[in-house]
């Protein structure tokens, strides 16, 4: 059964309709999350962001350029609000250049900070080629 809603109203978005747009694995829910985010005014967390990027690489096996295209075209569309906007944009540009992608969110979410403190070498390492990113330190 279909529900209506009122023009104004905003709908947030779990982690499997993002999916489902996506992926458009399931024959019935795929149409049904493609209506609702193009009615408009759907509000899509950065950690619905982050666990699509999980569920895409880990449970779908989808390739790093395959993802950043489906982000780039979420981001894209009319009537989607995004949390945090651009810094989800700066983390699919930072993972367009080699960083995991939630390393990437992390990072480009504490713009405002001085440093970002990991014991993980690898992020330290590739950060550092970063343009515009915060310096990642280790503790």
């Known amino acids: 059964m279909a529900r209506v809603r009122a023009a104004a109203q905003v709908i947030a978005v779990d982690t499997n309709v993002v999916v489902r ?6 024959a019935a829910q795929a ?8 009615a408009g005014s759907v509000f899509v967390l950065k950690t619905v962001v982050l666990e699509t990027e999980w569920v895409l690489r880990s449970l779908y096996d989808f390739g790093r350029p395959a993802i950043a295209d489906g ?7 009319l009537g ?5 906007r651009p810094a989800v944009a700066r983390a699919l540009t930072w993972y367009g250049r ?4 939630a390393d990437a969110l992390h990072l480009a979410s504490v713009a405002h900070a001085d440093a ?3 014991f993980d070498q690898a992020l330290r390492r ?3 080629r ?5 310096a990642v330190v280790a503790p």
């Open 130 to 134: 970063i343009d515009g990113a915060v």
């Open 98 to 101: 080699g960083l995991d992608f």
């Open 31 to 38: 149409p049904r999350a493609r209506a609702l985010i193009e």
């Open 126 to 128: 590739k950060a550092r």
């Open 116 to 118: 970002f403190a990991t």
């Open 80 to 84: 989607i609000e995004i949390e945090d």
């Open 21 to 26: 747009l996506l992926a458009r694995d399931d």
């Open 71 to 77: 982000m780039a075209r979420l981001l894209g569309l």
